[in-house]
T-cell receptor, first 114, second 115 residues
Framework: GPKVLQIPSHQIIDMGQMVTLNCDPVSNHLYFYWYKQILGQQMEFLVNFYNGKVMEKSKLFKDQFSVERPDGSYFTLKIQPTALEDSAVYFCASSSGTGGYEQYFGPGTRLTVL | AQKVTQTQTSISVMEKTTVTMDCVYETRDSSYFLFWYKQTASGEIVFLIR??????ENATEGHYSLNFQKPKSSIGLIITATQIEDSAVYFCAMRASSSFSKLVFGQGTSLSVVP
């Protein structure tokens, strides 16, 4: 199926530092998402992004979080500053915006905040 | 608010048998979409199948099929002729038409297929 790429696969940083998670969505997709999964739990929606704008975000998408996709490059999630509770696996997803809007997920970035 | 519930934490079945995984959902929307994904041991999340709420026919995709019971707000996943490589965590998810496109996930069911 369609492939979403995420870089890096694992990131370890100290609390208070800034981190940027990168996502390369499926080439013709228009809608982009970030989800957070704490070990052993379900995935939880953070934010979706379309046409250069945040369309919807959850309570988990704190003020320290931001997303952008400058000039069709990577779709990024930036956390500044990071907190211990930000440790999780972050999944990027994209969808074409047709049909049921099924989303295709990347392999995830495991973020460890020390 | 939408909610998705999977009460089966884990299931173990013999290879080549059929397994059903349960999922119930809550939404006030009259139109919605239901999805099943699987998460492999490596963490990869794979889209399996989708059911549109306005369709009466159960969706099928390869050896995956759905048992959609709208009056019960239930969407079961049926896997026939299970294989060892079907071992994974299966997540049910919903997108309500009133939501721009966020998915609400259930807690997941861990499936083990043994020889």
């Amino acid at each position: 199926g369609p492939k979403v790429l995420q870089i890096p696969s694992h990131q370890i940083i100290d609390m208070g530092q800034m981190v940027t998670l990168n996502c390369d969505p499926v080439s013709n997709h228009l809608y982009f998402y970030w989800y957070k999964q704490i070990l052993g739990q379900q995935m939880e929606f953070l934010v979706n992004f379309y046409n250069g704008k945040v369309m919807e975000k959850s309570k988990l998408f704190k003020d320290q979080f931001s997303v952008e996709r400058p000039d069709g490059s990577y779709f990024t999630l930036k956390i500044q500053p990071t907190a211990l509770e930000d440790s999780a696996v972050y999944f990027c997803a994209s969808s074409s915006g047709t049909g049921g809007y099924e989303q295709y997920f990347g392999p995830g970035t495991r973020l460890t905040v020390l | 608010a939408q909610k998705v519930t999977q009460t089966q934490t884990s299931i173990s079945v013999m290879e080549k048998t059929t397994v059903t995984m349960d999922c119930v959902y809550e939404t006030r929307d009259s139109s919605y979409f239901l999805f099943w994904y699987k998460q492999t041991a490596s963490g990869e999340i794979v889209f399996l199948i989708r059911q549109d709420s306005y369709k009466k026919e159960n969706a099928t995709e390869g050896h995956y099929s759905l048992n959609f019971q709208k009056p019960k707000s239930s969407i079961g996943l049926i896997i026939t002729a299970t294989q060892i490589e079907d071992s994974a965590v299966y997540f049910c998810a919903m997108r309500a038409s009133s939501s721009f496109s966020k998915l609400v996930f259930g807690q997941g069911t861990s499936l083990s297929v043994v020889p």
